[in-house]
């Protein structure tokens, strides 16, 4: 095990990754940006380092001063949380110049899962089902038109280097293709430096299911169950839960040696999650995220697994902790994200100070926060506050105990997302489980 590590990170997950840390015996580094002096994850590690100006290009973007971080602290690996530097592949390829550990997959594959269009490529050839369409980029026009008339429409035209929800485009017929063609590109060009977009058949209402996968450094690969992250609004999740409510133990053989296959396939290392879409019986690779998840305490607590420790492990080279028939799910979780956002304002940022401050407690109940009384929530990033999460024997009480939590958390300045996921506990949609990623925009009225 390494004695030393750095947090490439900040808020919740650097917290997250830190405990980790202490119950392993290795020292945490952390690296803040000015508008963090005062985070509480700066005060958690056992060293931290002011790495400048609030913007994230210039801090936790910034790869040279981070690894002169590491350098200079003696951290022998960085672990990058999610967001920020976690799938850009160039930390993976500066480290290994500095031989300094990821604890993370290699760059290249970091590299070939970034693009939609290459993974997607990979994936049809391990055999792993993919959402129809063209694995390739599209440059002309009439070209698209002759794919999307293949495809049928309803369409979506998608940036290949597109993340968290932003660069795709709905296409529900012809007129409307080379706007949404135009729109997406510049939108991919502005927000990913890459202008490169693709088409694919737009499936109505799915559900969106994930295989957690876990892979050590000797050839094994494991997956630690599924996930549904279907109630979403802007593509981007908002509860999430384990396991999903439509699993059999069929289906899970079916979709999870599938996540198996697409991981082993291109020799996959450490954590990561494999996305599909599931409609009326067929399910289809979307993509894999190749860092640990925002919701990954909902698998911890079925599963009994702490993900970011045997991320540690796997990386220091220990095999992993369990073989496939040794996982076992047990009860249900739930996930609610806890965001500085106005529900009722189309969920715009609301950060500032946090005035009045309690979380609840009692049985069930994880909350993964970085935040405290008094504490500014900064601007410069997202609007996460925490992360509340439970767990229940059966998915009704996990929904009942989610209400009771929910009813018991102060948090006073700043509005937030508890109102909304109140109401959702209370939607009779949502306790039938009858969900899809349209949900929140369905049911608005019903919800808001
Ligand atoms: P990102 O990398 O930006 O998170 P994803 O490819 O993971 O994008 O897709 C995020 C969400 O967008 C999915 O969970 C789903 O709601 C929606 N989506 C993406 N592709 C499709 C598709 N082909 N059909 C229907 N919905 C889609």
Redesign the pocket.
């Known amino acids: 095990m390494f004695n030393k590590i750095l947090i490439a990170n900040r808020g919740e997950i650097a917290i997250r990754v830190m405990r980790a840390c202490k119950e392993l015996g290795v020292k945490s580094v952390a690296v803040y940006s000015d508008a963090d002096s005062n985070s509480l994850f700066a005060k958690y590690a056992n060293e931290a380092y002011n790495i400048g100006n609030p913007s994230p290009s210039q801090s936790y973007l910034n790869i040279e001063k981070i690894i002169d971080v590491a350098e200079k602290s003696g951290a022998e690996a960085i672990h990058p949380g999610y967001g920020f530097l976690a799938e850009n592949p160039k930390l993976g390829f500066e480290c290994e110049k500095h031989g300094i550990k990821l604890i993370g997959p290699k760059g290249n594959i970091i590299e070939s899962m970034g693009s939609?269009i290459e993974s997607k490529k990979l994936m049809e050839k391990a055999g792993v089902p993919v959402?129809p369409g063209t694995a390739k980029g599209i440059t002309d026009i009439d070209e698209a038109v002759d794919i999307a008339e293949s495809i049928g429409y309803p369409v979506?035209v998608?940036a290949s280097a597109?993340?968290?929800?932003?660069?795709?485009r709905t296409v529900y017929e012809e007129d409307e293709l080379v706007r949404a063609i135009e729109s997406t590109q510049s939108v991919a060009a502005s927000a990913f430096g890459d202008s490169t977009i693709y088409i694919?058949?737009?499936?109505e209402e799915?559900r969106?299911i994930e295989f957690q996968i876990l892979a050590d450094e000797h050839g094994n690969t494991i997956h630690a169950a599924d996930r549904e992250?279907s109630i979403?609004r802007r593509?981007q999740k908002l509860i999430e839960e384990a396991p999903s409510p439509i699993m059999t133990e069929e289906l899970r053989e079916e979709m999870g040696s599938a996540a198996v296959r697409a991981a082993s396939s291109i020799g996959y290392t450490n954590a990561g999650t494999v996305?599909f879409?599931y409609s009326n019986g067929e399910f289809y690779f979307?993509?894999m995220n190749t860092r640990i998840q925002v919701e990954h305490p909902i698998t911890e607590i079925i599963t009994g697994i702490d993900l970011v420790k045997e991320q540690l492990k796997i990386a220091s080279g220990e095999e992993l902790c369990c073989r496939q028939e040794d996982i076992t799910v047990r009860g249900h979780a739930i996930e609610c994200r806890i965001n500085a956002e106005d529900p009722m304002n189309d969920f715009a940022p609301n950060p500032g100070k946090i005035t009045g401050y309690r979380s609840p407690g009692g049985i069930g109940v994880r909350v993964d926060s970085g935040v405290y009384m008094n504490y500014t929530i900064p601007s410069f990033y997202d609007s996460m506050i925490s992360k509340l999460i439970v767990y229940g024997m059966t998915r009704d009480e996990c929904i009942a105990r989610m209400r009771r939590a929910l009813n018991e958390y102060i948090i006073l300045g700043v509005k937030t997302t508890v109102p909304f996921h109140k109401s959702m506990m209370l939607s009779e949609s949502f306790i039938k489980a009858k969900l899809h990623?349209h949900f929140v925009d369905e049911y608005r009225d019903e919800i808001m």
């Open positions: 939609k959402v979506i998608k597109g993340g968290g929800g932003i660069g795709m694919e058949k737009y499936i799915p969106h992250c979403q593509h996305e879409l979307l993509e990623t």
